[in-house]
């Protein structure tokens, strides 16, 4: 098949014989350690590289329907067990010829479902593959071992190939996160509130920012003594592996984190001894823990619901939690393809939407049609009065500080909010200075003018630069000082009566419906 490899593992006997089609653009290796054919079976093995989130372990197997169930059962609690213990994302798939609809019934299959479940390895093909005018079995199927949150799309396809129905499994990252990335948090353990507001008040803030004579050089001097300050009380520390972990799964309380240790030793007891009574105290025990987590989960979602019990937004975004995997935030991909070329190296790829994003405005504002109809047009009333820039005050600065939405991220050059509204009534003074300097000046500081711009993946192919909008997050100081310039100016607007009266959208205490 034109841009693909292809590897096999043949069979022993006249029928049988397992293969994967590979794209030629991935690099993989032959793991000779875990593929095996047999009499009754055959399984194929192989890993794909990938430097960004770590190897991808591939496997197929087909058992023969009359082939001996336990020599087969062997190699697979010594296979999944040793790819367990890899600690890398593992697709198992293949015809194993038990059917998963009957094992409540069928012992052989509600052992071999066991092997797979204790390992995380979970079936993503829940509906029939083998479908006759007398029978409906799932014998066909794909199992994912998640170490980490996916997003996973399976099922079966209706076409006539063969008696088995094709199935598919498409993945991707649910936590938009790459095994090697750092992130960071302050550290709030040791937090003294009385002692940070102290510190902050020991400051001659007015004195150091009048040692400047323009706004840039103000707010560099004053947001180098306030960030020190805050470093220190509350430092910026790596968040632990661990702990992502957990925040993708809150429910998992340590006391469960700990049975499930529990859980897995019984388990290697029963595969070093291969005893009856290791195994069943390890499913006795290992039903107890699913059960466990359902009620933790269950519990962790009504304390939710009812603390965000007045907040649509985070209503909602619980719900989507619980009904799919699917969650819409930053995500830089690992590859992109511009220009019909692939690009994986990291500054490429941030170069990359740099300029796609400084530039999709303009060629969308190519692409509207010209009009004879101009802007002034729709500015009937002239404004003959001048419009004055009111210097702020230090009341209307601690107002605009304590409507900061704490729950918004924020930018560089920023403080917490939570830690801004604390010390509201000591920075307002040397920020009312520097914001009128800025006013009077019409210098705005150059760290107002620094933004992270974070790619937002839309839908679509996630290598499509097309596919991604941005979102541009600025310094918490340059908020408030565009919230002060807005009010003055919207005022003024609203006074001469400049805009257009039939402009319902984007205006205080108008909407859309008043147009009806």
Request: aromatic share 12%; charged share 20%.
């Amino acid at each position: 098949m034109p841009g693909y490899q292809f590897v096999s593992q043949p069979s022993l006997s006249n029928a049988g014989g397992v293969g994967f089609y590979i794209l030629d653009q991935y690099s993989f290796s032959f793991r000779s350690d875990l593929s095996k054919s047999e009499s009754g079976f055959e399984a194929l093995w192989i890993e794909i590289e990938n430097d960004t989130q770590g190897n991808l372990l591939c496997g197929v197997i087909y058992r023969h329907p009359h082939g001996n169930i336990d020599s087969f059962m062997d190699y697979l609690n010594s296979t999944v067990e040793k790819s367990h213990r890899e600690r890398k994302m593992c697709v198992l798939m293949g015809d194993f010829n038990l059917d998963l609809l009957k094992f409540e019934t069928h012992k052989e299959t509600d052992d071999f479902l066991n092997t797979m479940l204790t390992t995380n390895f979970l079936p993503q093909i829940l509906q029939p593959t083998r479908i006759t005018d007398h029978s409906a079995t799932l014998i066909d199927n794909i199992f994912l071992n998640i170490h980490r949150e996916m997003f996973t799309i399976s099922g079966n396809l209706i076409y006539d190939l063969t008696d088995h129905l094709p199935s598919f499994l498409i993945t991707c990252n649910y936590a938009c996160l790459p095994n090697k990335i750092k992130m960071f948090k302050r550290d709030y353990s040791n937090f003294n509130e009385a002692a940070f507001i102290r510190d902050c008040q020991s400051v001659n803030w007015e004195g150091l920012v009048s040692t400047c004579s323009d706004a840039n050089h103000m707010f560099n001097s004053f947001y180098a003594k306030l960030s020190e300050i805050v470093d220190t009380h509350v430092p910026v520390k790596q968040i632990p592996k661990k702990e992502l972990k957990l925040r993708l799964r809150p429910w998992i309380t340590p006391a469960i984190k700990k049975s499930i240790q529990i859980k897995n030793n019984l388990y290697k007891k029963f595969l070093k001894t291969k005893l009856l009574y290791y195994h069943s105290k390890f499913k006795y025990y290992r039903n107890k823990l699913n059960h466990l987590i359902k009620i933790s989960k269950k519990q962790y979602y009504t304390n939710y619901f009812n603390l965000n019990h007045g907040n649509p937004k985070q209503i909602w975004t619980g719900i989507k939690r619980i009904i799919t995997h699917k969650t819409k935030c930053s995500y830089v991909p690992s590859k992109i393809r511009n220009n019909n070329t692939d690009i994986t190296d990291p500054k490429a790829i941030a170069d990359a939407f740099n300029n796609y994003f400084s530039n999709v405005g303009w060629n969308l504002a190519n692409s509207v049609p010209n009009t004879e109809n101009t802007p002034q047009q729709y500015l009937n009333n002239q404004a003959y009065d001048t419009f004055y820039l009111f210097p702020t005050s230090v009341s209307e600065i601690e107002t605009e500080i304590s409507n900061i939405n704490v729950r918004k991220a924020t930018g560089p050059y920023s403080i917490p909010p939570n830690i801004l509204k604390l010390v509201k009534c000591v920075i307002s003074k040397p920020l009312e200075i520097i914001f009128n300097i800025s006013f009077a000046t019409g210098v705005v500081p150059d760290k107002f003018k620094i933004a992270r711009v974070l790619p937002v993946f839309k839908n679509g192919l996630k290598m499509s630069l097309n596919n991604y909008r941005p979102i541009s997050l600025l310094s918490v100081f340059n908020r408030i000082m565009e919230k002060l310039m807005y009010t003055r100016l919207i005022n003024f607007i609203d006074k001469m009566n400049i805009i257009y009266a039939k402009q319902f959208g984007f205006r205080s205490h108008h909407s859309q419906n008043m147009q009806f």
